[in-house]
């Protein structure tokens, strides 16, 4: 098994009646503390370059099978980001 980046965004609400939409999944090679490292960047980029809109995307570093299916319940790590006014939302409270 290979691994790879997923982006999801979340669509039709929160909770029960909710469902990720896939934006894109990239097969990548390395090792886990290197890829995980690099989740959170290649998402931010993916959203600004292709220009979504607004709202809440969600990466993943997943293992994809060999015919390129994946489960993200089972990632390897997890990064959510807010998008807003295309770029990235951080509460107050979290800037430094």
Known sequence: M???YVL?????????IGWESVRAVVPKSGEVTEL????RPWALDVVARERLGDGRYCAYLVELAADGTFDTYLALSFEDIIWFYEQEYVPATCQS
């Open 36 to 39: 995980t490292a690099g989740l």
């Open 8 to 16: 999801t965004e979340e669509c039709g609400g929160r909770g029960r």
């Open 2 to 4: 290979g691994h790879g």
